[in-house]
């Protein structure tokens, strides 16, 4: 009887595993540093492959390859918006990407000011690290778009193409959206 109800046991394990395996074809997973060639390749994919919109929220961002490949779908044709933390362009730990982006046509970019603490000492940040793309991919993770975190820093980045998904955070940033302010 135990032979028994390991076998059923180590059964259920596979059938859940080969499930997950059905699921993830639509979802990629990267831990950083460590698969870092793998995540950055998946992503300029995802970037190369949008067709209509692009919308990011996101903290720092650095990374002058992924800048570029916003910049070739912008020139492409496709609409992005990148919503940002109001200081972040300000920040010594490497030079943003976001001032280079702001030249090109069919890139909007807006910054966004945390909202107020109890306190009133301070305003919050805007950390999200995010994208949607084409209304039905969604990339986020703790992972900034600079090459530290690629490089260096022990992070995450999740890929998925869900469309409920990828609409609440789209319905998300539009949130955003109404709080910020055009950058100029």
Do not use: C
């Amino acid at each position: 009887m135990k032979r028994f109800t390991y076998f059923l046991a180590l059964v259920l394990l596979l059938l859940s595993i080969s499930a997950y395996a059905d699921i993830s074809s639509k979802e990629k997973f990267f831990l950083l540093p460590k698969e870092k060639e793998l995540a950055l390749s998946t992503l300029y994919k995802k970037i190369d492959l949008a067709t209509a919109t692009i919308h990011i929220s996101i903290y720092s961002f650095t990374h002058k390859k992924i800048a570029k490949k916003l910049k070739n779908a912008a020139k492409r044709g496709v609409k992005i918006e990148i919503i940002f933390d109001k200081k972040s362009t300000k920040s010594k730990q490497g030079k943003s990407m976001l001032p280079y982006l702001a030249k090109y046509k069919n890139i909007t970019l807006y910054r966004l000011k945390g909202k107020l603490a109890k306190n009133k000492k301070y305003h919050g940040i805007m950390h999200m690290k995010m994208a949607v793309i084409d209304n039905k991919t969604v990339i986020f993770g703790s992972a900034n778009w600079t090459y530290s975190a690629f490089s260096n820093n022990y992070e995450l980045l999740y890929i998925n193409q869900n469309y409920a998904i990828a609409k609440k955070f789209e319905k998300y940033f539009i949130s955003l959206k109404k709080s910020a302010s055009l950058y100029h």
